[in-house]
């Protein structure tokens, strides 16, 4: 195994990416830029560039898709990008394990919506009312102005718990085998199931939604879940709940699984995701195949921002 780092190894890490196709690529990010994800030097960034990451010309100057950049870094394996130690941040409640997780928490969901278009409209799916509902609840999105804020707030009661049907388990255990590795993609690749499975890639969405198939085909009750991770810098997230033979709903999570095993494989249990639900994923209406949140016709896409944050109240 080469070093993080070493010679030879941004080459390696290159060489293993799966890049966004072109028809789907948003090529926003300056070489600095890039540097300054990978958090390494002007030589390493040159030989990563070397070994054939993509980059796009773009008013005359080349810039990067993020989540090429984000893909290479989570899976390159050097633990000091800036995707390998934010998600681990993220994932730090885990490690006290889902003992930990089962009280009451209030939280207060707040985004701001920032774009330099004028007259344009965000749309944002609320949070449900009552996170265990089966439904997704109405299919109505909150509108908002050109730059706002919107602000909500939802009880979440976490579980310890474990699968108990032995035929989930297996399906479980079906989907873990080939070892998939973790990538942000567009929503309309995420749901491709043909083109994730070719390359042995695994989202929040892909996962739901194909274990969402599998599960209901063995006849169980299963809840697509969409909504945030919350922290003080929240974040999409998608996740499955199941009834289990005992009639209790778990939470199965197959992408956060994959993130806690790649990066904190030491100090998180490997069945903490399979069965348990933590206490900070609050559960939108918003459908698998639909953003959370989506700005309307606007012709400067790349200016747009949402500042997510959630936290205790």
Request: charged share 20%; with cysteine.
């Amino acid at each position: 195994m080469i070093a993080p780092n070493s010679e030879g190894f941004w080459e390696l890490a290159v060489g293993r990416l799966v890049s966004i196709p072109a028809s789907y690529t948003r090529p926003v990010l300056s070489i600095t830029e890039v540097q300054h994800a990978l958090r390494c030097s002007v030589d390493e960034v040159g030989r990563v560039l070397d070994a054939g990451f993509p980059l796009y010309a773009v008013d005359g100057g080349l810039r990067a898709d993020a989540r090429d950049v984000f893909n290479l870094a989570i899976n390159s394996g050097s633990s000091r990008t800036l995707a390998e130690v934010s998600a681990a941040y993220a994932l730090r409640f885990a490690i006290d394990g889902p003992s930990s997780w089962c009280r009451r928490r209030h939280w207060t969901l707040h985004l701001q919506l920032e774009c330099p278009s004028a007259n344009r409209s965000w749309l944002v799916w609320p949070l449900l009312a009552a996170p265990s509902a089966h439904s997704a609840g109405p299919s109505s999105r909150v509108e908002c102005g050109a730059t706002s804020m919107y602000s909500a707030i939802q009880d979440v009661v976490g579980s310890a718990d474990t699968i108990r049907s032995p035929a989930l388990r297996e399906i479980v255990v079906d989907t873990l085998q080939p070892g998939p590795r973790y990538a942000r993609v567009p929503i309309e690749l995420s749901l491709d199931e043909a083109w994730m499975a070719k390359h042995n890639l695994v989202d929040c969405r892909s996962a739901t939604r194909t274990l969402s198939r599998m599960i209901e085909a063995r006849g169980y009750r299963v809840r697509e879940c969409v909504g945030w991770l919350a922290g003080p810098v929240a974040s999409e997230h998608a996740w499955l709940e199941v009834e289990d033979d005992d009639g209790a709903w778990k939470s199965i999570d197959i992408a956060f699984h994959v993130l806690a095993q790649l990066l904190l494989p030491d100090q998180v249990k490997s069945d903490v995701f399979l069965g348990s639900k933590p206490d900070r994923l609050l559960r939108s209406e918003c459908p698998l195949d639909s953003p959370l949140v989506e700005h309307v016709d606007c012709v400067n896409e790349f200016s747009c921002r949402t500042v997510a944050t959630a936290r205790l109240s």
